[in-house]
């Protein structure tokens, strides 16, 4: 290999991006490795400063099915992993009762930055702004590209309205895919910390069965087409 060629992901892409306008991660990914150390270096928006790293998706690649959740939590922030803290536990149990190994999956964010407020001691979660998912749309773009998923879940309103582009009702939607792309369609559901706010024990657990079914109802759509 020539030097020329074993360059690129070095310093020539570097500085490909600089002339993009600092380092804004508008070269496309050769392969999802890059993520981690490119969704750091983005400055498309200012969620960025405050955190103390970005957060990529990660799983299977490529893979069959693709959840999208909202954003870094604290947890995530600080261990630079996806759904790692009480909404990962619970996700986790979920797809281990849908007979779904969470390595068989590629999770990710339609933000990849942690936006909060300072209360105290803690950091208390903000939901992104449109303008802050919408910046940062490019990466779940990648993300798509790269992992090539059949059925995409979007875990909430936020990464539905990230995944289609305007604003949804998720109740309006939940539960029917919806074609995506031409290779990819979309499955919205709640986010699974909807389920850690159900108030009533008995209520909880019918939205939990229910998020359940819906995991193996979403395989079984895979298998099907
Ligand atoms: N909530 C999310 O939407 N994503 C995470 O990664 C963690 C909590
Ligand atoms: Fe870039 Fe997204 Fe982080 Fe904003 S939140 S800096 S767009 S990676």
């Known amino acids: 290999m020539t030097t020329e060629e074993s360059e690129p992901l070095s310093r020539r892409a570097r500085a490909g991006r600089e002339e993009e ?43 069959r099915l693709m959840l999208v959740g909202e954003a870094p939590g604290d947890s995530e922030d600080l261990r630079g992993h996806p759904f790692v803290g009480p909404a ?48 940062c749309h490019w ?23 990230a995944l289609l582009g305007h604003p949804v009702i998720v109740s309006q939607l939940r539960g029917s895919p919806t074609r995506l792309s031409a290779t990819a369609h979309l499955w919205v559901t709640i986010h699974p910390s909807f ?3 159900v108030p009533d024990d008995a209520q ?17 759509w895979i298998d099907k087409h």
């Not at 079914?213 to 979403?218: F, Q, S, T």
Request: include cysteine.
């Open 21 to 63: 306008g600092g380092l804004t991660g508008a070269r496309t990914l050769v392969s999802l490795a890059e993520l981690r150390g490119a969704v750091n270096e983005c400055r498309r928006c200012t969620l960025w400063k405050a955190t103390t790293q970005g957060v990529p998706g990660e799983g299977a690649v490529p893979a």
């Open 88 to 135: 990962g536990t619970i996700l986790d149990r979920a797809l281990q009762d849908a007979g779904l190994g969470r390595d068989s999956v590629y999770i990710t964010n339609a933000v990849k930055h942690f936006k909060f407020e300072p209360r105290g001691k803690r950091r208390l979660h903000i939901k992104p702004s449109a303008t802050e998912i919408e910046a």
């Open 139 to 161: 990466w779940l773009g990648e993300e798509l590209r790269l992992v090539a998923p059949k059925l995409v879940m979007a875990l909430g309103g936020t990464a539905a309205r």
């Open 195 to 197: 389920l850690l706010r």
């Open 204 to 220: 909880r657990r019918s939205e939990y069965a229910r998020f359940v079914k819906e995991l193996k109802d979403a395989v079984a």
